[in-house]
């Protein structure tokens, strides 16, 4: 799949449920799929099959709920282990419907604090990483180190990707939790736009739409693609510097704005 000059390439790999290394398992299913890393590239990775490597999957049945927990199970009618998880895995809960808390975890605002049951066996649930941004880092310098002795490679990105839902909006799309080896946001403030005004809010969420352009091929169901390289993409391999994705709670329109109603 082309798309403005660069591939999205799915990359399958064989169904898992075990802790393992998640550098070899990735490159090997890159080189199953008749793929070497090039030069420039972005590896896009589902950020539960990052977590599947770490042994993030709970058994649900052997997880006790605290006081907190059983109370916000009574609230969001959560079942009581999974409200549990929610309490170990939030920085913050911000509301919910029935069925799902609205919470903060790992800097990302997502239902349930980012688990999910689906991809995993009946019973269980799977957690993010426990640390996305270093399991980026050391994906990446993995692959840097064992890709291909023919073509050396110094620009190489890494992203660690979930999807989401947004507000008053039907269904998903790709956001990134993590990145690793370039900048993942391209600030635009202070440059003119086609009628010589200045922006002034502009930032262009570079991962997060990757991320998108790699949900497409990933799918949601039993595609058993985790692994996406998007080649031809002119990113800004320049880390220094960069912004970062994430910004505090007082500065986020949807926050404060429904926070002040």
Do not use: W
């Not at 635009?188 to 991962?207: E, H, M, P, S, Y």
Request: with cysteine.
């Amino acid at each position: 799949m082309t798309s403005n000059g660069f591939a999205v390439i799915p990359i399958k790999s064989q169904k898992m449920f075990q802790r393992f290394q998640l550098g070899q398992v990735v490159l090997q299913c890159i080189r199953n799929a008749c793929e070497e890393l090039a030069d420039g590239d972005i590896v896009v990775v589902s950020s539960k099959f990052a977590a599947m490597a770490e042994g993030r999957y709970v058994n649900l049945k052997k997880i006790d709920a605290s006081p907190k927990a059983k109370s916000l199970a009574s609230k969001y009618e959560l079942d009581p282990p999974l409200a549990e998880l929610v309490t170990r895995e939030s920085e913050a809960i911000l509301g919910g419907i029935t069925g799902f808390a609205l919470a903060l975890s790992k800097g990302i605002l997502a239902p349930n604090a980012g688990i999910d049951r689906s991809n995993v066996p009946h019973g269980f649930a799977i957690t993010y990483p426990k640390d996305p941004k270093d399991t980026a880092k050391r994906l990446r310098f993995y692959l840097l180190k064992h890709s291909s002795k023919a073509q050396k490679i110094s620009r190489l990105g890494v992203i660690l990707s979930d999807s989401r839902i947004t507000p008053t909006r039907l269904g998903t799309i790709g956001i990134a939790i993590s990145t690793s080896g370039f900048k993942p946001v391209i600030d635009f403030r202070g440059k003119n736009d086609l009628f010589g005004n200045k922006l002034k809010v502009t930032v262009k969420a570079i991962a997060d739409q990757l991320s998108s352009a790699a949900q497409l091929v990933m799918g949601e169901a039993a595609e058993s693609i985790p692994i996406v390289l998007i080649r031809g993409y002119k990113a800004d391999f320049n880390e220094s510097g960069s912004l970062s994705m994430t910004i505090p709670f007082k500065q986020c329109l949807y926050i404060q704005g429904l926070k002040n109603q």
